[in-house]
Nanobody, 125 residues
Framework: VQLQASGGGLVQAGGSLRLSCVAPGLTFSNYAVGWFRQAPGKERDLVAVVSWSGGSTYYADSVRGRFTVSRDNAKSTVYLQMNSLKSEDTAVYYC???????????????????WGQGTQVTVSS
């Protein structure tokens, strides 16, 4: 199973984008889902996580207050709404799913059950 991330693109600083992550063939409601990003020459960083129910979320300090993660389990889709985008948000964004829950995402360098292929977000200043 591979997750499918979409919704990236080119946007001006201050603009918004909404990313989507779908999981064909996966019982999505059993998994916490996290969003990561990786800029050229940098390590992959955790951006946001949503619990299996959607009732709990986690955000990196760099995006808290600007990004919102949510999910619709009926549609097996997780969203990342990105507002007030900055040039430093430019990266490839990936989603990942893990049955071990939200807390497992917060420990650095943990691997996860399933990954998406990534979607490019470019913010022009």
């Amino acid at each position: 199973v591979q997750l499918q991330a979409s919704g990236g693109g080119l946007v001006q600083a201050g603009g918004s984008l909404r990313l989507s992550c779908v999981a064909p063939g996966l019982t999505f409601s059993n998994y916490a889902v996290g969003w990561f990003r990786q800029a050229p020459g940098k390590e992959r960083d955790l951006v946001a996580v949503v619990s299996w129910s959607g009732g709990s979320t986690y955000y990196a300090d760099s995006v808290r207050g600007r990004f919102t993660v949510s999910r619709d389990n009926a549609k097996s889709t997780v969203y990342l709404q990105m507002n007030s985008l900055k040039s430093e948000d430019t990266a490839v964004y990936y989603c990942a799913a893990d049955q071990r829950g939200l807390g497992y995402f917060i420990t650095p360098k943990n691997e996860h059950d399933y990954w998406g292929q990534g979607t490019q977000v470019t913010v022009s200043s």
